[in-house]
């Protein structure tokens, strides 16, 4: 009788510990309504993982829950709908556009500044001297003096610092600066594809540069205008 008793005794221990708790009785262990948060938070990353909603415990004290509307749900959450998904692709086309634009303009526009400073200074590049450099870049038989390609320059470097955005603290004062950039840049263009180059510039009348301003300044002017309107666009959308 007592080997009888020790054996029942000894039953209901060994059985206790040959039998883990399951994740169900791990999530019922709490007090009734304490693992909903936990429940919602496993369902959404099971359904990430490829998981069905109907396959976790609802757990003891848990709100009613129907598997199928809850999956639908989570993941209507979890994908956008088309059109939404097609608005933001449109806004981040957009952005590179005007990220691209606005780089590429004020690159070119830095570019010339530096080159009037290099003209200011005595050089002739990219010609071999001075007289061709006159005919070749103003249609004159000599080059301005110091100070006016030092204008230039400043005011080539200040129209890239407009495009750039600055100031940033004055955005409406940069969109329209560089709106006006836009503007001259194209009055400039299409004078030049006219021929008519001298009345902004007087004494610009040699042929080589005529030829030239047809071909390779006047295009210039125009696609940088372009390009910086098309920056100033979608900065102020």
Known sequence: MAGTTNRISRTPSAVTRSAPRTSTEVLNSGPPGANIDLIDTVAR?????????SQLPAGRGSRPRQPIAAGRALSAVASPPLGLRRGAGDSVNAMKTERTARRVSVTALTTLAGMH???????????????????AVTGRPEMPGPVACHLVAGALGTAALLVAGQPRRYPGLSRLGAAGVAGVLS????????????????????????????????????????????????RSS
Request: charged share 20%; hydrophobic share 45%; net charge positive.
């Open 45 to 53: 990353h099971s359904l990430a993982a490829g998981y069905h909603v």
């Open 117 to 135: 400073v290099a003209w200011g200074r005595g050089s002739s590049w990219p010609l071999s001297d001075r007289e061709s450099l006159a005919d």
């Open 187 to 234: 009055v400039r263009g299409a004078a030049g594809l006219v021929g008519r180059t001298d009345l902004l510039s007087p004494g610009s009348v040699s042929s080589r540069f005529r030829r030239l301003d047809r071909l390779a300044y006047s295009p210039l002017c125009l696609a940088l205008a372009t390009s910086i309107a098309v920056s100033a666009a979608r």
